[in-house]
Structure formats: structure tokens, C-alpha cells
């Protein structure tokens, strides 16, 4: 077990996104658009759009799904779909690979940081309960 793996799963660990499914996800397409338009998670993007605004190739997003930095959700037809959150996460690893960094190794970094994020705002919030 690696050190990435000791931390409690959470909302925002890319490697430990469980809470909901495609099927959820794509069941939220019921919803308002203004819901789905705030949820920076909905997977609204899909393959070639996402590689596009990140200026990268699809084969990139699909080495970054082998590496389980993100897991983009399928449609039914079995497409990629990513979220806003995953561009994000995908962009921060080409800035982190464009610079020299080997990718194994800005995927961990990636996950690193944002687990500190998650444990920050978590600890932000029981601050603002006492």
C-alpha cells in the first residue's frame, strides 16, 4: 500500500472518487441546467473537446486514465465524458510534464496536492464549527 493509498477516501481525491457513477451523473442530466452547469463534476466534455481545450491528444487524457490519475465516466455508448474538475487535474499535469517531470510522477504530486487540499478545507471547516 502506498502513501497515497493510507488516506481516507474523499470527495475530492481523483483517486478516490466513488460517490457517484456515470449512470448517476448522467441521471443528473434531469436536472436544471443551471445545476449541471455549476456541478464541476458532471462530465460534460467529451474526448476530442477535452483534448482540445487542454491542447493535448486524446492518446495524453488515455495515459492519464492508465495512470488512474483520472477516471473519465462512460456513456452509454462507451465514451470518455470528463469533468471540469478532471481538466483541471489533466491540465495540471501536462503544466507538470511540459516542465520536465516524468509522468508517474506528476500524477503523484497531483494526487499529493490535492490531498493537502482536501485535509486543509476540511480542517478550515471544523475550525469554523468551534
Given at each position: 500500500m502506498d502513501q497515497t493509498d493510507q488516506v481516507s477516501?474523499?470527495?475530492?481525491?481523483?483517486?478516490?472518487?466513488?460517490?457517484?457513477?456515470?449512470?448517476?451523473?448522467l441521471a443528473a442530466?434531469?436536472?436544471?441546467?443551471?445545476?449541471r452547469l455549476d456541478d464541476e463534476d458532471y462530465p460534460a466534455y467529451s474526448m476530442g473537446r477535452a483534448a482540445e481545450i487542454l491542447?493535448?491528444?486524446?492518446?495524453?487524457?488515455?495515459?492519464?486514465?492508465a495512470?488512474?490519475?483520472?477516471?473519465p465516466l462512460r456513456s452509454e455508448g462507451g465514451h470518455?465524458?470528463?469533468?471540469?474538475?478532471?481538466?483541471?487535474l489533466a491540465a495540471r499535469a501536462r503544466e507538470?510534464?511540459?516542465a520536465g517531470t516524468a509522468l508517474e510522477a506528476a500524477c503523484r504530486i497531483i494526487i499529493l496536492e490535492d490531498?493537502?487540499?482536501?485535509a486543509l478545507r476540511i480542517n478550515e471547516e471544523l475550525r469554523q464549527r468551534d
Open positions: 477516501p474523499s470527495r475530492r481525491n481523483p483517486r478516490h472518487r466513488t460517490e457517484d457513477t456515470a449512470a448517476d451523473k442530466a434531469s436536472g436544471s441546467p443551471e445545476q491542447g493535448v491528444t486524446p492518446a495524453f487524457l488515455r495515459t492519464l486514465g495512470a488512474k490519475l483520472i477516471e470518455r465524458r470528463f469533468s471540469r474538475y478532471q481538466l483541471r507538470l510534464v511540459d490531498q493537502l487540499a482536501e
